[in-house]
């Protein structure tokens, strides 16, 4: 049953249209908190509608309403708790465990199916960098789909972040395949120049501003580099693209862009998009 047709009876005709479609499930069936976007005009039935959440779904123990954007390095939201409870659980993923507490950390269980798309392209005995990793879940994904993979150096500002991924690593018994490290992007990747055969630059709002570090970080054997950005329409690549030519001009790496991809929405006629970058 969909959440509009459990909580209509209880909502003025002329505010259906815009009860959530949907809401983001982070957790198992050990425990699960729900996410959710209600409008200003439905402040009178969030309660009604973070019930009817949780009886669509017996895991859920909490229910948080979004206020907001993301916000600040850590790039998080701000929750009013409209059903307490705890908030850190254990995601499951294409057989893999995610813990995390998504008040604390970033996290979104939307990009899934961006992380496989990634670990399919990654071949064995590779070196990865994985920038702006906050609790691992790309480099879980990696080993998960290409257990060769040499190693996997993940960066993380968010202290809080950087423990739920060294706690991560431990339960799905990939100690040894990726190394956790606290720190600043910009600092740490000064240690991996010319030492990497894939970077990850999962940051959207800003991986533009370290792109040079991370064509730098590619081996001169050559290597990919996934860079991630916002893309407006109507050129919804074209901003992206142009700073990837200037970028590699000015760090003089020759680079080819081998893959678009828009990950997903991100606001009105914008989205998160992806960049998949061959240097040579
Ligand atoms: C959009 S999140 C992506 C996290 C993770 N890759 C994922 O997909 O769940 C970006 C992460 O980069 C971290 N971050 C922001 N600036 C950073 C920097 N300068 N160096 C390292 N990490 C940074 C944030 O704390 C946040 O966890």
Redesign the pocket.
């Known amino acids: 049953m969909r959440l509009k047709d459990l909580v209509k009876d209880k909502i003025p005709p002329e505010l259906h249209q815009l009860i959530p479609t949907s809401f983001d499930i982070v957790g198992s069936r050990q425990g699960a908190v729900a996410i959710v976007e209600i409008p200003e005009e439905l402040e009178p039935y969030k309660h009604i509608i973070a019930e009817a959440i949780m009886k669509m779904n017996k895991h859920v123990r909490a229910v948080l309403r979004r206020v907001g954007g993301r916000k600040g390095?850590?790039?998080l939201y701000d929750y009013e708790v409209l059903i307490p409870g705890p908030t850190e659980v254990i995601h499951k993923e294409h057989g893999y465990l995610i813990k995390v507490d998504p008040v604390k950390?970033?996290?979104?269980p939307r990009?899934h199916s961006d992380r496989i798309d990634i670990a399919q392209q990654v071949e064995p005995g590779e070196a990865v960098l994985y920038?702006?990793?906050?609790?691992g879940?790309?480099a879980i994904a990696i080993c998960k789909i290409q257990p060769a993979v040499r190693i996997i150096h993940a960066?993380?500002?968010?202290p809080v972040?950087v423990n739920y991924m060294i706690e991560n690593v431990r339960i799905n018994k990939l100690k040894g395949k990726i190394v956790p490290i606290e720190?600043?992007?910009?600092v740490v990747s000064k240690h991996f120049y010319y030492k990497s055969d894939r970077v990850i630059m999962?940051?959207?709002l800003?991986a533009h501003e370290y792109l040079e570090d991370g064509l730098l970080c590619i081996s001169r054997r050559g290597g990919i580099v996934h860079f991630y950005h916002i893309g407006k329409e109507p050129d919804i690549f074209g901003e992206a693209e142009k700073i990837v030519y200037e970028t590699a001009q000015r760090v003089k790496r020759e680079v080819e862009i081998i893959r678009r991809k828009i990950v997903r929405d991100y606001a009105p006629r914008m989205y998160k998009i992806r960049l998949d970058i061959y240097v040579k």
């Open positions: 390095a850590y790039r950390v970033y996290f979104s990009d920038l702006f990793a906050g609790v879940p790309y960066v993380e500002l968010n972040a720190g600043d992007a910009r999962t940051l959207p800003g």
